[in-house]
């Protein structure tokens, strides 16, 4: 990889970063909660259907990412953000853990799950009641509120997206993270970063749809791996 590559870097993260910190990743052995898939509950059909289960759900995860800590590879990737002028780090991962280790350029494609919105104004704001005092949440206008998430079926907020892209535009270096890169459009973000010329580097436990594109394939848990690339990145300076 070229010197200049460490100019302009993006990350594309997934749930797998935060395997390491104690936050479940959706899908495989430990994506279940009670005898529901992730998949099952991230919709609006679910919520319009129960909304009392899906609160449930986003209850428990909440209770669970406020007591994980930031893991070294979240923090590997915020000493990148300080070194690199040029850098984007874009999650899919709604949990806060990348804010938390010290990221300051993050975009939350999937949303915040800190987060809530009144189903009837559409506006958004903070909540970080753990647990909720009341299931399902409330508006002050006495209508639902849901979690401020994209789920399937719904649109990513375009502006987001558009930052993406744009990330990906000038970049040199392109870091995809703990993500089985299946859910469209953040798997198409990588693909698109490597069609523009960027060196692709991929870093999860097994291979995944991502890795035919990747110039190189780093097997094994984030949090071990990241240090040890970031380091290498460093010297090759
Ligand atoms: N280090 C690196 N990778 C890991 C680790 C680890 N310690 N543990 C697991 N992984 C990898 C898995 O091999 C898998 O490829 O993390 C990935 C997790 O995949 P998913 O659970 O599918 O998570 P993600 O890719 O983020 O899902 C995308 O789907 O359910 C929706 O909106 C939700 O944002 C989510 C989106």
């Known amino acids: 990889m070229a010197e200049r ?9 997934g749930a797998g970063i935060s395997t390491e910190s104690g936050v479940p990743t959706f899908r495989g052995e430990d994506g279940l909660w009670r005898q529901y898939r992730a998949q099952e509950l991230a919709t609006p059909g679910a919520f319009h259907r129960n909304p ?17 800590e930031p893991n070294a590879a979240h923090h590997t990737l915020a000493e990148m ?19 938390r280790a010290g990221s ?29 005092p009341q299931i399902p949440p409330t508006c002050s206008c006495g209508a639902l509120l849901r979690p401020h998430v994209v789920w399937f079926g719904e649109s990513l907020d375009p502006d987001m997206l558009t930052t993406a892209y744009q990330a990906v535009e000038g ?24 069609d523009r010329g960027a060196y692709l580097i991929e870093v999860n436990v097994e291979r995944t749809p991502l890795s ?13 791996e990241l240090p040890k690339l970031w380091a290498r990145l460093k010297e090759a300076m």
């Open 171 to 194: 970049c040199q270096l392109m870091l995809v993270v703990g993500t089985s890169a299946v859910v469209q459009p953040a798997a198409s973000v990588p693909v698109m970063a490597k």
């Open 81 to 99: 953000d300080r070194y690199c002028q040029d850098f984007v780090l874009i999650t899919q991962n709604v949990d806060d853990l990348h804010q």
């Open 52 to 68: 009392t289960l899906v609160w449930e759900w986003y209850d428990w995860r909440r209770g669970l990412i406020a007591g994980c």
């Open 104 to 132: 300051r350029r993050v975009v939350q494609l999937h949303g915040n799950i800190w987060q809530v919105r009144c189903v009837a104004e559409s506006t958004a704001f903070e909540n970080h009641d753990v647990p909720l």
């Open 5 to 13: 590559s460490l100019d302009s870097i993006v990350v594309l993260t």
């Open 212 to 224: 035919p594109w990747a110039d190189e394939v780093i097997l094994g848990p984030a949090a071990e």
